[in-house]
């Protein structure tokens, strides 16, 4: 918290700045900040606050362990049905974490591509070089 008087910062339960001696007067944005709760419980039918777990998320933002990774990318390596769930799993709304692998598959073949493209477009300026017998510098 910042003393709106001289910028100086502050305990959050300050009444008085400790600079200048200003009285700190809270908003009604400040006031519900320090109501609020923390997000990693949450209230259960009986009352108690229970820890969230992998159990407790709903199906689509369950996490996906390695071998669900490595299984994808085999998925993904065969040459036409591989394409087809690339496609289909790209714009599904099934799993987020699925989801986002198989977007950031699409992009490191992007990067590939891009990088073969060059090294073809450099290989021929450079053999076109060779057999024509101009000298590149």
């Known amino acids: 918290m910042l003393c709106k008087n001289?910028?100086?910062m502050l305990p959050e339960n300050a009444d008085f700045c400790t600079v200048c001696g200003a009285k700190i007067e809270r908003t009604e944005?400040?006031?519900v900040i320090e109501q609020a709760q923390p997000l990693t419980f949450y209230e259960d039918t009986n009352s108690q606050k229970?820890?969230?777990?992998?159990e407790d998320l709903p199906e689509h933002l369950k996490p996906m362990g390695a071998w669900s990774y490595f299984w994808l990318?085999?998925?993904?390596?065969?040459?036409i049905?591989?394409?087809?769930?690339l496609m289909i799993f790209t714009f599904s709304s099934g799993n987020i974490n699925r989801r986002s692998f198989t977007r950031s598959y699409w992009c490191a073949a992007l990067v590939i591509g891009i990088l073969i493209t060059v090294?073809?477009?450099l290989s021929f300026i450079l053999v076109g070089g060779i057999r024509t017998g101009v000298a590149i510098r």
Not at 50 to 54: C, F, G, R
Not at 81 to 85: A, E, N, S, T, W
């Open 6 to 8: 001289c910028n100086a």
């Open 29 to 31: 944005q400040e006031e």
């Open 50 to 54: 229970k820890e969230i777990t992998v």
């Open 73 to 79: 990318q085999v998925l993904y390596s065969v040459p």
């Open 81 to 85: 049905v591989g394409f087809i769930f």
């Open 119 to 121: 090294i073809i477009l």
